[in-house]
Nanobody, 114 residues
Framework: VQLVESGGGLVQPGGSLRLSCVAS????????MGWSRQAPGKERDLVAS???????EYKDSVKGRFTISRDNAKMSLYLQMNSLKPDDTGVYYC?????????WGKGTQVTVSS
């Protein structure tokens, strides 16, 4: 299974972006999915997650601004990001759990700057 992210870019503070992640063949076995972010000089941390049944969790700093969703039929994961702040800048990675393994995409850059 391969994960491919898209939708990153440069946006002004207060703007919005929608990230997408598509799983290749074999994605039907995916359990939990999530988005992690790695800011410059910092460790990667989990921003939002959603399990197969739709239970969602968010990092406190993005609650009310970010919305995670998934389409199991399309083997896709999404992250709608609104009211973006400079602190949201980083590389966003899609992650998927299959059994005891965690797979990662290559990431998509999000830069929030005026």
């Amino acid at each position: 299974v391969q994960l491919v992210e898209s939708g990153g870019g440069l946006v002004q503070p207060g703007g919005s972006l929608r990230l997408s992640c598509v799983a290749s063949k074999g994605g039907a076995n995916i359990d939990d999915m999530g988005w992690s972010r790695q800011a410059p000089g910092k460790e990667r941390d989990l921003v939002a997650s959603i399990n197969r049944d739709g239970t969602i969790e968010y990092k406190d700093s993005v609650k009310g601004r970010f919305t995670i969703s998934r389409d199991n039929a399309k083997m896709s994961l999404y992250l709608q990001m609104n009211s973006l702040k400079p602190d949201d800048t980083g590389v966003y990675y899609c992650a998927a759990g299959i059994g005891n393994d965690v797979l990662w995409g290559k990431g998509t850059q999000v830069t929030v700057s005026s």
